[in-house]
């Protein structure tokens, strides 16, 4: 069984930071390309940051510079380092692994795994 789980989120105020994780198992992690993607109520979902096998990042517009994505393959975990949060990124957000690397380009295959998401709330 394939589980995805999220933490790290939280209340946090506008400039200040946050560090997300999100812990695989029964997946061969090193294999897969991870990524957080984050949704809003009413919104569509959109690709925060991504991390394929070879350690390539890709971040999404809004985030370059304030955000950090990482992996440790001895941990089977993925991070999210949020700096000079804004109350724009208020969101969910959700953990992906995709064994296809697809989810690098912001469009997860259809045999990737999702996390359950995990809650940002950023005050001004």
């Known amino acids: 069984q394939v589980t995805l789980v999220e933490s790290g989120g939280g209340l946090a105020q506008a400039g200040g930071s946050l560090r997300l994780s999100c812990v695989a198992s029964?997946?061969?992690?090193?294999?897969?390309?991870m990524a957080w993607y984050r949704q809003v109520p009413g919104k569509q979902r959109e690709l925060v940051a991504a991390?394929?096998?070879?350690?390539?990042?890709n971040y999404g517009g809004s985030v370059k510079g304030r955000f950090t994505i990482s992996r440790d393959n001895a941990k089977n975990t993925v991070y999210l380092q949020m700096n000079s949060l804004k109350p724009e990124d208020t969101a969910v957000y959700y953990c992906?692994?995709?064994?296809?690397?697809?989810?690098?380009?912001?469009?997860?295959?259809?045999?990737?795994?999702w996390g359950q998401g995990t809650q940002v709330t950023v005050s001004s």
């Open positions: 991390i394929s096998r070879g350690l390539s990042t």
């Open positions: 029964g997946i061969t992690f090193s294999t897969h390309a």
């Open positions: 992906n692994a995709d064994p296809v690397g697809m989810t690098w380009f912001g469009n997860p295959s259809k045999e990737s795994y």
